[in-house]
């Protein structure tokens, strides 16, 4: 009972400091002095390399092209494979020729196997070795130093291990290294040093001569053994090394780390010539473009729950993408290091200096030297397995890193409206009230969401009986306004003998194992936890079950998931997650899984909503934790933020971020997780979050109640007229959603993206593009009075969306602003499908006409799409039920027509054509016709204004998905 009472004082106070805890306590998280192998990696400082490549071992197939490298100290041989992939991209892989256990290879992390072509030889001798492949593509490598250059073009764009930093760590026993066996002979001699000063030499002199040497021999040794030489003396101090503190079993705090297989870190460099500015590797709350390091820790990635997270900081966070982006005028290239082990990144550059306005600050740089990146790779254990992804254009890139990983899945419409959500709504009469308060103060909603709060003691699939007594009752009524409900199912499960879900996961042998082969037992929300085993793909399968109706009682089809906690967090865990040496499926260590534990868990759950609905309707599921190919199952966010000025700041540069790598579905909690935002920032944050891809707001338990008419009628017209912009854009926002399913292109775009030779974008993070149609710049500094805007494109016109005032780009601009104020700008050359009639959630949008807003260029010329389908289901997969609709602006006339950019679908619509509105058009009409197959012309009604170059056409009345002309003389 004592021990018990202990337990629930343990749990009790853990809840209590993660609820009003303000401020990370960074002594919970390691810095790479206090991770081994990253020290170890790290002390491993640029040289040489130790590595030959055995050219003379090359073995080429269709899978790849193979040979062996060597340690010229330690004698350890590895495997290099280079593969040739479709599509302008290479793969590296070294592992062990011989190992004592086998390593992790993350191979669900891609979409699928990739496909490889023959390289060929153009040159090969005992020094270097040429490959050809296609595209232009040479990769040279060169045997001792080990070296690999790769060229496109005949240009240099890449080298790996140019610094000499390939540091494998091989498998082995304890008690078999190089440093005990130096060790061992120095022992030896020391013995007989010893007896030559105790005994006389000529005792010593009398045992050599027993073991067969004679004095003369024995003075040789004397003269040279001690000193070792100098190579003997780089293999020992490199091996002491490995023997450090924490080689082979580490401690952290009061945790320790047993690591049964001993050392197993891999790290390798790659430069990157030419490159001055380098992106992406998300979770990090720091800034777009990554920072050098050499001053600091490197970046982390490990999956971690980290409470009120500090700001521009490499510390670890909630999800891990091992995948960066270099950009230059010239050229963009991906780098994807697939290897879900803890890791950490170290980034060089030789423009450390460099400004937003591109000078140096302390630099002065050769004229024969040009810019570099070098990037250093260190992962825990697992393999090494690169993807240089070659471009050349960003565009290039992205297709190529979805080609890995997947595209981003495409959401049903509602997931992309407005959510609303805090910790938590208290019962059922809360819920149907707060969505009455949405309708009373004529505000847009689609989704409420309701926190572990609403469980049956942190049971997951269960509800409070008191609180929430007949949940189906509920959600029906939630239906009966078209919205839809979202509850939280986290990893771990209470360890509760009454708890059904948890018995048959005990029964069924499917929770994570302890390094002794029980149930590994942590604390986390429901006191004791057992967390589910998501590795094997069984648990999943069976997880998935969970969602049945019949097994999640009282969930209806409207019901969605998210999948929170899911690092996984362990409120006693070391750094707040699992020990290393926990057990999972195959015997695999979770040092070898951490990173992918949340992609399994979001896996599992799309499964069960895909499994409930017999494969037809589109899952939506939001998830904390994430890794490349994440995307693939939903949403993410960036977790516990914190309602102050510059989280709303950092929120920009992290959702760009994550878009960059395929995370399109992410967002910011709106008016941040943590403290009480003054209203001016909670309103500024809904003007920002109408234009990032996930919108919603939610908050901590202990924070004040912030539904928008809480604050007064002022705040809730400016909130209502955010909601209202997003809802306006919602077919804008479904097609751009729809091509980063299709291309893997992101949805919020940094504004080099779009304009890859302006060296003037590549540090902006503060502005960005949705689409290519839309720039934003969201308020984010407190009582502004207006924002200095960068209109890039020295040829491009960009129109005010509120104002519709015309601006040439190439130029920045200071933007006069008010609280009502969200600056945004429609690009010249585009054409953005709106519905601008307002309603109370995006279903009741179903079948309202549109609005084409049509922004000419210069050259009196736009385009633009519109994708559509029924919303919801696969049927735009399994049925080919979609449209996607072209428009094209050109010579005074407007056509819509079937795209050309993929094959025609066969989806009706009823909706039809509102209204037209057209910018810079500096033309009087003498009149509008429209035409169409087989009917006769019709003159329609139009209104003109001068003064703003604006056309605004009435009621056309035409179905979106027939093909008609407007023709304007």
Request: one cysteine or more; aromatic letters at 12%; proline letters at 5%.
């Amino acid at each position: 009972m004592a021990a018990d009472r202990m337990k629930h004082l343990l749990c009790a106070s853990l809840i209590l400091w993660s609820s009003n805890c303000y401020a990370v306590d960074r002594n919970n998280f390691k810095t790479c002095e206090q991770s081994s192998f990253c020290r170890r990696q790290r002390k491993f400082h640029p040289d040489v390399s130790p590595y030959r490549a055995l050219l003379d071992t090359l073995e080429i197939s269709h899978v790849a092209a193979s040979l062996n490298l060597l340690h010229e100290k330690t004698q350890v041989l590895l495997k290099l494979e280079i593969c040739g992939l479709e599509d302008n991209t290479v793969r590296f892989r070294i592992t062990e020729l011989e190992t004592k256990r086998p390593r992790f290879e993350a191979s669900d992390v891609l979409v699928k196997s990739p496909r490889t072509y023959r390289l060929s030889v153009e040159k090969q001798t005992t020094e270097e070795l040429m490959l050809l492949g296609r595209d232009s593509l040479r990769i040279s490598v060169s045997a001792r130093p080990f070296r690999i250059d790769v060229l496109s073009g005949g240009e240099l764009v890449t080298s790996v291990n140019a610094r000499g930093l390939l540091l494998f760590e091989h498998s082995r026993t304890r008690g078999n290294t190089l440093t005990e066996r130096v060790s061992s002979t120095v022992g030896s001699m020391w013995t007989k040093l010893k007896a030559v000063f105790t005994s006389g030499k000529e005792e010593a002199a009398s045992e050599e001569k027993n073991e067969g040497e004679s004095p003369e021999g024995e003075e040789k040794a004397h003269e040279k053994q001690p000193d070792l030489g100098t190579d003997e003396k780089e293999d020992q101090e490199e091996m002491v090394e490995e023997e450090e503190e924490g080689t082979w079993e580490e401690s952290f705090k009061s945790h320790h780390d047993s690591k049964p297989y001993g050392p197993m870190s891999v790290g390798l460099d790659f430069s990157l010539p030419g490159f001055e500015d380098v992106y992406g590797i998300p979770e990090h709350a720091d800034s777009f473009r990554l920072r050098t390091t050499s001053s600091g820790d490197p970046y982390r990635l490990y999956n971690l729950d980290v409470f009120q997270y500090e700001l521009e900081n490499p510390m670890a966070l909630y999800g891990s993408v091992p995948y960066m982006v270099a950009h230059s005028p010239e050229r963009t290239l991906g780098l994807f290091w697939l290897n879900p082990s803890e890791t950490w990144i170290d980034i060089a550059s030789n423009t450390a200096g460099k400004t937003v306005f591109g000078k140096m600050l302390d630099f002065v740089r050769s004229a024969n030297e040009g810019p570099q990146i070098d990037v250093r790779w260190m992962s825990e254990s697992g393999i090494v397995d690169a993807f240089l992804l070659l471009g050349p254009s960003p565009t290039d890139v992205f297709r190529q890193y979805a080609a890995l990983a997947g595209t981003q899945a495409l959401p049903p419409l509602f997931a992309l409206a407005y959510h609303q959500s805090r910790w938590n709504y208290n019962d059922e009469d809360d819920v149907r009230a707060v969505d009455a308060g949405f309708d009373k103060h004529n505000l847009p909603m689609d989704v409420i969401w309701l926190d572990i709060e609403h469980t049956d003691g942190k049971r997951y699939f269960t509800w409070d009986p008191n609180k929430f007594p007949n949940p189906a009752d509920m959600q029906n009524d939630i239906a009966g306004k078209k919205r839809k409900m979202v509850t939280i199912v986290d990893p771990h499960l209470k360890v509760d003998s009454g708890y059904s879900v948890y018995n048959e996961a005990y029964s069924r042998g499917y929770l994570v194992k302890n390094k002794g082969g029980g149930d590994y037992e942590g604390w986390c929300w429901p006191g004791s936890a057992a967390y589910l085993d998501f590795i094997n793909p069984e648990v999943r399968d069976w997880y998935a079950s969970k969602f049945a109706y019949e097994s999640y009682q009282g969930s209806t089809d409207i019901l969605f998931t998210w999948n929170d906690m899911n690092e996984p967090s362990v409120f006693n865990g070391p750094e707040v997650t699992l020990h290393k040496d926990a057990l999972h499926h195959g015997g695999w260590e979770h040092r070898d899984v951490h990173n992918l534990y949340g992609f399994y868990q979001q896996w599992g759950t799309v499964g069960g909503q895909l499994r409930r609905s017999g494969g037809n309707e589109r899952p939506f599921v939001l998830a904390r934790a994430f890794f490349a190919g994440s995307q693939r199952f939903g949403a993410v966010w960036t977790g516990d933020n914190v309602g102050e000025w510059s989280h709303l700041k950092a929120s920009i540069q992290m959702v760009l971020s994550l878009n960059l790598c395929g995370l399109s579905f992410s967002g910011a909690d709106i008016g941040g997780f943590f403290k009480n935002p003054p209203t001016e920032l909670l309103i500024r944050w809904y003007q920002a979050g109408a234009y990032q891809p996930l919108y919603r707001a939610h908050a901590h338990i202990d924070t004040a109640r912030r539904e928008p008419w809480i604050f007064g009628s002022d705040t809730t017209a400016l909130v209502r007229a955010a909601l209202r912009e997003r809802y306006a854009l919602l077919p804008y926002w479904y097609t751009v959603f729809f091509w980063a399913y299709r291309s893997g292109m992101p949805v919020m775009r940094a504004l080099w993206i779009e304009f890859p030779k302006e060296e003037q974008t590549f540090l902006i993070e503060d502005e960005y593009m949705i689409g290519n149609a839309l720039l934003v710049h969201p308020v984010t500094e407190a009582a502004s009075r207006g924002v200095n805007v960068h209109l890039p494109g020295a040829h491009e016109v960009w129109y005010d969306v509120h104002t519709q005032k015309k601006y040439s780009g190439g130029q920045e601009i200071n933007y006069p602003v008010k609280l009502s104020t969200i600056p945004v700008f429609q690009r010249g050359g585009t054409i953005i499908p709106r519905k601008d009639r307002p309603r109370r959630s995006s279903a009741c949008m179903s079948g309202d006409p549109y609005t084409l807003y049509v922004a000419l260029d210069d050259q009196k010329f736009a385009e633009g799409e519109l994708y559509m389908d029924d919303e919801h289901s696969f049927n735009f997969e399994k049925e080919n039920e979609y449209q996607l609709r072209h428009f094209l602006f050109k010579d005074g006339t407007l056509k819509a027509s079937v795209s050309s950019h993929i094959p025609p679908g066969k989806y009706s619509s009823i909706e039809w054509l509102e209204r037209i509105v057209i910018v810079g058009i500096a033309q009087p009409m003498l009149s509008i016709m429209m035409k169409q197959p087989g009917s006769q012309d019709v003159p329609l009604a139009y209104e003109y204004t001068p003064e703003l170059s604006s056309l605004i056409v009435r009621r056309p009345g035409v179905r979106l998905t027939a093909d008609w002309t407007i023709v304007i003389r």
